[in-house]
């Protein structure tokens, strides 16, 4: 495996603009999660995709944010008209349904958004 | 609604020592519950976890945590901690599949090491 990986790494924005970043998962896993991170705080789950469908989406996700992944692969989480409260890490995980109870999370680095 | 707590939000130990993070949970199924390490700047990197089974799980770089249902805790512990340990720790449970799979996290313990 060669990991999850999310690009870009840093973003730095102004207020309004719209940004858009990339996760791609780690091969053959089906399962995609996008979390945001705060300063000093845990992570947040803000949504997740089986293959292609998006399946949840968290309270903390407003109309201004928009996940997709076409084809089950790669996804990108968009934000639109940022504010500066939308500075955060924002975390992509991936996991491989095996048909246990639960799956676990691979985490990839993270993009650090920065909103001026 | 689920949620972890993590009392502790910084612990500083000298290297060579013992260290043991708190972690408590309330959920109201059978917990699915996580270690992650987070180093500066970094991802979250997955140390160990407890699915069912064995209540001491063991997991990578010497950790180990101990599931006790009585005390809804799932404690990590490293016997003797070295300077590249310092980091921050996160602690979560995981909802089963029917539910959504999705992780809730502790606010983290941030870890400093004195030589």
């Known amino acids: 495996d060669t990991g999850v990986s999310q690009n870009p790494r840093h973003k730095i924005t102004k207020r309004g603009q719209n940004v858009t970043f990339r996760c791609d998962p780690i091969s053959e896993h089906n399962r995609l999660y996008w979390y945001r991170q705060t300063l000093g705080q845990g992570p947040e789950f803000l949504t997740y995709?089986?293959?292609?469908?998006?399946?949840?989406k968290s309270r903390l996700l407003s109309d201004r944010f928009s996940a997709e992944r076409p084809k089950g692969s790669f996804s990108t989480l968009e934000i639109q008209r940022t504010e500066q409260g939308d500075s955060a890490m924002y975390l992509c995980a991936s996991s491989r349904d095996r048909g246990e109870s639960t799956d676990t999370q691979y985490f990839g680095p993270g993009t650090r958004l920065t909103v001026l | 609604a689920q949620s972890v707590t993590q009392p502790d939000i910084h612990i500083t130990v000298s290297e060579g020592a013992s260290l043991e993070l708190r972690c408590n949970y309330s959920y109201g199924a059978t917990p699915y519950l996580f270690w992650y390490v987070q180093s500066p700047g970094q991802g979250l990197q997955l140390l160990l976890k407890y699915f069912s089974g064995d209540t001491l799980v063991q997991g990578i770089k010497g950790f180990e945590a101990e599931f006790k249902r009585s005390q809804s805790s799932f404690n990590l512990r490293k016997p003797s901690v070295h300077w590249s340990d310092a980091a921050e720790y996160f602690c979560?449970?995981?909802?089963?599949?029917?539910?959504?799979?999705?992780?809730?996290f502790g606010g983290g313990t941030r870890v400093l090491v004195k030589p």
């Open positions: 979560a449970v995981g909802l089963i599949k029917a539910a959504g799979n999705k992780l809730t």
């Open positions: 995709f089986q293959n292609e469908a998006q399946l949840e």
